[in-house]
């Protein structure tokens, strides 16, 4: 489909103003270098407020839609060091939300980076350690913490982990038109697109926009936690429903989701791994760009793996996407400062 009948369709639903778009797709001239192809970043990190991130665009649509149904407090949940309750709090300062935040671990002794700016937005956050959770429980989680937010707060706009919705995916659709018009400007069209898988909004939102442009951008995203049981079927299920969300009508196959699934997830979701550390390292003195220890800097390894393996072609344009997490630097300091 055109860009502009996409753009129309997304323009056409209610969202707030988190994001000055577009951001920017800078070169990586060290790095093309070090991997003898042009490589590139689309900066996600920075947008939204409180130190931004990806989620910032998938509050856009969910934001909106809280507003206009008159709600006074949202709520949400995630691990420790949950970007996406951050951001969750600070969107919902900006628009006088109150925020309320579930976590199912004991509250820590001292408050570490996403959890310290949580407390200086002064949202509410609610430790309720819990034995269970884990791959086979996700998606029964929302509908568990949703019951508990209206135990503990009463009336709430509740917004599932990670801002994975039809709603919050619609921030990643817009993302895929701006990106494949950069790419093309750019003449980027032929270039792999990296980019780090947790609940998997964010690519089941791009891979439903590059679908529907026939966007000739190869998307690749890594799932740096194993969180979520049948990961590309559910991945598709998302993006089938935005389909029926956009009125473009599409059925996203389970086994064509453009995912690697666990094989990059080591240790475990929310623990940095040795290998991303080195390559948030690497980036960090190559290029002067910070990537994060759980998300970004695991997907950043991942990408450098696959490159080392062939598997991403040889001469193709790499672009990673950016989608943020730094304040997690803070909260980890002892595993990702004490490899050499
Ligand atoms: C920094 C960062 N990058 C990537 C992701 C993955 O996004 P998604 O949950 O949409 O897969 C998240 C959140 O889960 C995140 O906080």
Redesign the pocket.
């Given at each position: 489909m055109e860009a502009q009948a996409l753009k129309q369709a997304l323009d056409e639903l209610p969202r707030v103003s988190l994001v000055n778009e577009p951001t920017p797709l800078e070169p990586l001239p060290r790095l093309s270098a070090e991997l003898n192809r042009p490589c590139y970043i689309k900066r996600d990190d920075g947008i939204g407020p409180a130190m931004g991130?990806?989620?910032a665009r998938k509050l856009e649509y969910l934001l909106a839609d809280a507003l206009q149904k008159g709600y006074k407090k949202v709520a949400t949940y995630g691990g420790l060091q949950s970007?996406?309750a951050r951001l969750t709090a600070a969107a919902a300062r900006k628009f006088g939300l109150e925020a309320h935040l579930f976590y199912f671990e004991p509250r820590p002794e001292t408050l570490k980076g996403n959890l310290l700016i949580n407390q200086l937005l002064g949202a509410q956050m609610h430790f309720i350690p819990y034995v269970g959770g884990g791959r086979r429980s996700l998606s029964a989680a929302d509908f568990l913490v949703h019951q508990l937010a209206s135990l503990h707060i009463g009336r709430h706009y509740f917004i599932p982990v990670?801002g994975?919705s039809v709603l919050g995916s619609l921030g990643y659709v817009r993302a895929a038109l701006e990106l494949h018009q950069q790419a093309t400007a750019a003449g980027l069209e032929n270039a792999w697109v990296i980019v780090?898988?947790?609940?998997?909004?964010?690519?089941a939102g791009l891979w439903a926009g590059f679908t529907w442009l026939g966007s000739p951008l190869r998307l690749m995203g890594i799932d740096v936690g194993a969180l979520w049981k049948d990961f590309p079927r559910s991945i598709a299920h998302l993006a089938t429903r935005l389909s029926a969300r956009l009125k473009l009508p599409h059925k996203f196959a389970a086994n064509e989701v453009p995912l690697i699934e666990s094989e990059y997830a080591t240790p475990a979701y929310g623990m940095p791994s040795k290998a991303g550390n080195h390559a948030l390292q690497l980036l960090a003195r190559l290029e002067g760009i910070l990537l994060?220890p759980i998300?970004?800097g695991k997907a950043f390894a991942a990408m450098l793996d696959l490159v080392a393996k062939g598997r991403l072609g040889t001469q193709e344009p790499l672009i990673f996407l950016h989608?943020?997490?730094l304040p997690a630097l803070f909260a980890f300091e002892d595993t990702v400062y004490s490899t050499p």
């Amino acid at each position: 489909m055109e860009a502009q009948a996409l753009k129309q369709a997304l323009d056409e639903l209610p969202r707030v103003s988190l994001v000055n778009e577009p951001t920017p797709l800078e070169p990586l001239p060290r790095l093309s270098a070090e991997l003898n192809r042009p490589c590139y970043i689309k900066r996600d990190d920075g947008i939204g407020p409180a130190m931004g991130g990806n989620k910032a665009r998938k509050l856009e649509y969910l934001l909106a839609d809280a507003l206009q149904k008159g709600y006074k407090k949202v709520a949400t949940y995630g691990g420790l060091q949950s970007n996406h309750a951050r951001l969750t709090a600070a969107a919902a300062r900006k628009f006088g939300l109150e925020a309320h935040l579930f976590y199912f671990e004991p509250r820590p002794e001292t408050l570490k980076g996403n959890l310290l700016i949580n407390q200086l937005l002064g949202a509410q956050m609610h430790f309720i350690p819990y034995v269970g959770g884990g791959r086979r429980s996700l998606s029964a989680a929302d509908f568990l913490v949703h019951q508990l937010a209206s135990l503990h707060i009463g009336r709430h706009y509740f917004i599932p982990v990670g801002g994975r919705s039809v709603l919050g995916s619609l921030g990643y659709v817009r993302a895929a038109l701006e990106l494949h018009q950069q790419a093309t400007a750019a003449g980027l069209e032929n270039a792999w697109v990296i980019v780090a898988a947790g609940t998997g909004g964010t690519l089941a939102g791009l891979w439903a926009g590059f679908t529907w442009l026939g966007s000739p951008l190869r998307l690749m995203g890594i799932d740096v936690g194993a969180l979520w049981k049948d990961f590309p079927r559910s991945i598709a299920h998302l993006a089938t429903r935005l389909s029926a969300r956009l009125k473009l009508p599409h059925k996203f196959a389970a086994n064509e989701v453009p995912l690697i699934e666990s094989e990059y997830a080591t240790p475990a979701y929310g623990m940095p791994s040795k290998a991303g550390n080195h390559a948030l390292q690497l980036l960090a003195r190559l290029e002067g760009i910070l990537l994060d220890p759980i998300y970004t800097g695991k997907a950043f390894a991942a990408m450098l793996d696959l490159v080392a393996k062939g598997r991403l072609g040889t001469q193709e344009p790499l672009i990673f996407l950016h989608t943020g997490g730094l304040p997690a630097l803070f909260a980890f300091e002892d595993t990702v400062y004490s490899t050499p």
